[in-house]
């Protein structure tokens, strides 16, 4: 089976700078995605990693390291619209099929 | 493109009653997933399809769910017959699996309340 843990909840100012973190147990691991959703809205792609490393678009980043089990989502100079909730998920076979965290509510304050 | 779009958006029944929900997938796009979110137990994977094919349905709760793909831009879940613990709101999304970057785009989802 898979298992993904992330912290339930995170607080954090505008302007701030906010990492989640996402550890996985999982067999036949493929790469880690990430998510946003908003309340009352439907899931949004934000980043995919299937190498160890960084990537970056705009002011969010995603890491992997394969050999720790282990990524995040860091978030840069954040504003209020990024209050929402953001899921890992990791792809566990040479399919589409993903597995999804339980998420991480990120609450930004002024 | 207009998206993933799922109909109903929101839909109450009662208990015993026949449910069913639509997603047209973005053109062009192979893959096809059916998610069910609630609060206790997050985003599952119910079904998904390659190409208007079952690929993997062990997701599916139990023989009360079913869900059919007939063609590239249409795909249906229904629920018969449906109970107050199916009360989820219920995710269509697809992607193409040439992409490389697994992401998915996600319908707005329908609201499920089994009374």
């Known amino acids: 089976g898979q298992s993904l843990e992330q912290p339930s909840e995170v607080t954090a100012v505008e302007g701030a700078i906010v990492q989640i973190n996402c550890t996985y147990q999982?067999?036949?691991?493929?790469?880690l995605s990430w998510y946003q959703q908003h309340d009352g809205g439907a899931p949004t792609f934000l980043s995919y990693?299937?190498?160890?490393g960084l990537e970056e678009t705009g002011r969010f980043s995603s890491f992997l390291s394969r050999s720790d089990s282990y990524g995040y989502l860091l978030l840069q100079e954040l504003q209020m619209k990024d209050s929402a909730s953001y899921f890992c998920?990791?792809?566990?076979?040479?399919?589409?099929?993903?597995?999804f965290g339980t998420g991480t509510r990120l609450l930004v304050s002024p | 493109d207009a998206g993933v779009i799922q109909s109903p958006r929101h839909e109450v029944t009662e208990m015993g009653q026949e449910v069913t929900l639509r997603c047209k997938p973005i053109s062009g796009h192979d893959y096809l997933f059916w998610y069910r979110q609630t609060m206790m137990r997050g985003l599952e994977l119910l079904i998904y399809f390659n190409n208007n094919v079952p690929i993997d349905d062990s997701g599916m709760p139990e023989d009360r769910f079913s869900a059919k793909m007939p063609n590239a831009s249409f795909s249906t879940l229904k629920i018969q017959p449906s109970e107050p613990r199916d009360s989820a709101v219920y995710f269509c999304?697809?992607?193409?699996?040439?992409?490389?970057?697994?992401?998915?785009?996600f319908g707005s989802g329908t609201r499920l309340t089994v009374v």
């Open positions: 999304a697809s992607t193409a699996g040439q992409t490389g970057t697994y992401g998915y785009t």
């Open positions: 990693n299937g190498l160890d």
């Open positions: 998920a990791v792809r566990v076979s040479g399919f589409q099929k993903l597995v």
């Open positions: 999982t067999s036949g691991f493929y790469g």
